[in-house]
């Protein structure tokens, strides 16, 4: 069965940097676009933060982290990366890897990334 793994989240003080990384199994990974989602607190929806196509040669973000975020991928590991760079207080939230196998959405459990002082 399709399983996407988050990991590499944490507490991280304004202008810093981390690396998400995502382990996706159960499906021919290199054939598959993957995206990064965030679900922010209470009351803000799920919202679209990274796309990455299967061969890895497009992609695109939401306007507020272009410039600061980079997707990546390796498709020989199944792995998809999410470097973020110069973190604002309001890129905290619980970010999830996403994939949309045999038109369903699958989602991992989320790594949550707070970013404070």
């Known amino acids: 069965q399709v399983q996407l793994v988050e990991s590499g989240g944490g507490l991280v003080q304004p202008g810093g940097s981390l690396r998400l990384s995502c382990a996706a199994s159960?499906?021919?990974?290199?054939?598959?676009?993957m995206y990064w989602y965030r679900q922010g607190p209470p009351g803000k929806g799920r919202e679209f933060v990274a796309?990455?196509?299967?061969?890895?040669?497009?992609?695109n973000y939401r306007d507020s982290v272009k410039g600061r975020f980079t997707i990546s991928r390796d498709n020989g590991k199944n792995m998809v990366y999410l470097q973020m760079n110069s973190l604002l207080p309001e890129d905290t939230a619980v970010y999830l890897c996403?994939?949309?196998?045999?038109?369903?959405?699958?989602w991992g459990r989320g790594t949550q990334v707070t970013v404070s002082s």
């Open positions: 159960g499906f021919a990974f290199s054939n598959y676009a």
């Open positions: 796309f990455i196509a299967s061969e890895g040669g497009a992609t």
């Open positions: 996403n994939v949309v196998y045999r038109l369903n959405p699958y």
